[in-house]
Structures are given as C-alpha cells and as structure tokens.
C-alpha cells in the first residue's frame, strides 16, 4: 500500500466512505454538485486534503463535475480559527473537512448541524469533538491518527500471537 504524506490511501478511503454517507453515493444520471468546505492549516499537510481528493474521485466525485471545494487555508496559523470556520460555514457547504485537531474543534464550536469530518485528529474522544469511537453522537466524523488508546489493544494481540505462533513470525525466547 503506498503512503500519500502524512494520509494513507486506505485512510482516505475511510475518511471518504464516512462523508458519502453525507453526501449520498454519485449518481449516474445528471450529479448534482455538493459543496465541501475545507479548513486547514496548509504545509505539510497538504497531502491530507490530497488524499481525501484521491479518495472521493475513485468514487466518482471530482472537483467541477459534482463537487465543489471552499478552502479556507490558515497557512499554519491559528488565529481566528473561529472566524474562518463561520466564514466557511456561511458559503452552506453540504459537509465541512477540517485537517488537525485546533481546526476541527473550531468548526465543532461553530455548527452542530453541517455535519464535520476530520483528518489527522490525534485523539478526538479527549479534544470533545465525539463521545466514543464507535458513536460520535453528533455531527462529526473523521480518522483518529492517536494510537496511545490502541495500544493496549495491540499489546493484547501481541500476547495471544505469542501463546499461539502464527505461521508468520514467531516471538523468540
């Protein structure tokens, strides 16, 4: 599997499936154009915003055809992040992609109705923005790239592959 930056391909496909149920999935005769804005801070993380592109045209959705992007690039910056959330907001996007945690917080602050995802959230369970992982219980969505609650979880998996090697690999002793 290759990686796009700092967003795997596999992520983005989640993280597109996930605004398709927004969205609703294209249709074949005459789409209609959704609007989605994107908050981001821009640099590096570019190849979050990349990959959430490449994932939607592998669906069937591109830029001009049946979606149309309203960025708002923050260039790094957190001033005014709230500002530019209700800036983005008042174009009525259908759905609003914020990349990183300060920004996706800002546009949770600002609407409970636009349904929000997000990219590169280290752990949204703690910055508020859902109640657990398996129910946000709100309007947002995203892909978590936290593994510290993960890790318990992968230590388990580690101990049980231990009791019962795998033809794979085998813990030495």
């Not at 959704?34 to 590096?44: M, Y």
């Not at 109640?131 to 101990?159: H, P």
Request: aromatic share 8%; glycine share 10%.
């Amino acid at each position: 599997m290759r990686k796009n930056g700092l967003l795997s391909v596999s992520s983005s496909a989640l993280l597109t499936i996930a605004f398709l149920l927004f969205l609703g999935f294209p249709s074949r005769v005459q789409p209609a154009e959704h609007r989605i804005a994107v908050l981001t801070p821009g640099l590096t993380f570019d190849p979050v915003f990349r990959g959430f592109q490449d994932g939607l045209a592998r669906l069937g959705y591109t830029q001009g055809k049946n979606i149309a992007f309203v960025m708002e690039d923050t260039k790094g910056s957190t001033k005014h992040l709230v500002a530019r959330a209700e800036k983005l907001l008042a174009s009525k996007p259908d759905v609003l992609f914020a990349v990183t945690t300060v920004h996706a917080i800002a546009a949770h602050r600002e609407t409970s109705v636009v349904p929000i995802g997000f990219g590169w959230v280290g752990d949204p369970i703690q910055a508020g923005l859902i109640a657990s992982q398996s129910a946000s219980r709100n309007n947002v969505t995203g892909i978590m790239t936290g593994s510290d609650v993960l890790s318990g979880k992968r230590l388990e998996a580690l101990l049980k592959s231990r009791r019962k090697p795998s033809g794979c690999w085998r813990w030495s002793q």
